[in-house]
């Protein structure tokens, strides 16, 4: 069974410009998550898609935002970028439906380093 | 928001040793998870705790739900170089959405061979 599949692995933008990161969950998995990793703040939610729909989003400005298409890929964006955005952005997906007990299980994918200058 | 304490924040210990990192929380929890990361890749799902007192094990790893509902332990016994990486704890509430799970900032493990 094929990993989540995130993309690009690297990139670098400036100030001032946006980006679009790419997800591909697990076959099968409805649910996908979107998370900032940096080595200060650790691990931090962004938001999560089920079905198309966003069913929960962490405390980010608006210039984050995500979408999920019918077949579960994810994409988000962040618009405006800043400094502060430097992050290792993870993308993970599970099986779990809302309610469930195994929502917490989650497969995740290598990340999309963005470095912002 | 609710903050998960994870301690040792990192450790330097010698192969074949045994190692054993926690997880508290003020707040009560009904599912606890512990992740690993290796160096430029995505964490990965060690072990899943769904039950107050529950004890599991996974190889050489063991992990306990608390009984408060308030902690987590993870031990792993007999290291080896390949347990080298940043193990996470995670928490989760009644709701059963990823956006109620809470991460830990993570233990750093160095193994010397």
């Known amino acids: 069974k094929a990993g989540v599949t995130q993309t690009p692995r690297y990139l670098i933008k400036t100030r001032g410009q946006q980006v679009t990161l790419s997800c591909s969950p697990i076959?099968?998995?409805?649910?996908v998550s979107w998370y900032q990793q940096t080595p200060g703040q650790g691990l931090q939610f962004l938001f999560e898609?089920?079905?198309?729909?966003?069913?929960n989003k962490g405390n980010f400005p608006g210039r984050f935002s995500g979408r999920q298409f019918s077949n579960s890929r994810s994409e988000m964006n962040v618009s405006t970028l800043e400094l502060g955005d430097s992050a290792l952005y993870l993308c993970?997906?599970?099986?779990?439906?809302?309610?469930?007990?195994?929502?917490?299980?989650?497969?995740f994918g290598e990340g999309s380093r963005l470095t912002v200058l | 928001g609710q903050q998960l304490n994870q301690s040792p924040q990192s450790m330097f210990i010698q192969e074949g040793e045994d190692v054993s990192m926690n997880c508290t929380s003020s707040?009560?929890?009904?599912?606890w998870l512990w992740y690993k990361q290796d160096p430029g890749e995505g964490p990965v799902l060690l072990i899943a705790?769904?039950?107050?007192?529950e004890l599991t094990s996974n190889g050489r790893l063991t992990a306990q739900f608390g009984i408060t509902r308030k902690d987590s332990f993870l031990n792993i016994s007999a290291s080896i170089p390949s347990d080298v990486g940043i193990y996470f704890c995670?928490?989760?509430?009644?709701?059963?959405?990823?956006?109620?799970?809470?991460f830990g900032k993570g233990t750093k493990l160095s193994v010397k061979p």
């Open positions: 705790l769904y039950k107050a007192g």
């Open positions: 995670a928490g989760q509430n009644y709701g059963g959405s990823q956006g109620n799970l809470i």
């Open positions: 898609y089920f079905s198309e729909t966003q069913r």
């Open positions: 993970a997906s599970s099986s779990g439906t809302s309610g469930g007990a195994r929502t917490g299980e989650l497969f």
């Open positions: 076959s099968g998995h409805r649910s």
């Open positions: 707040s009560i929890f009904n599912t």
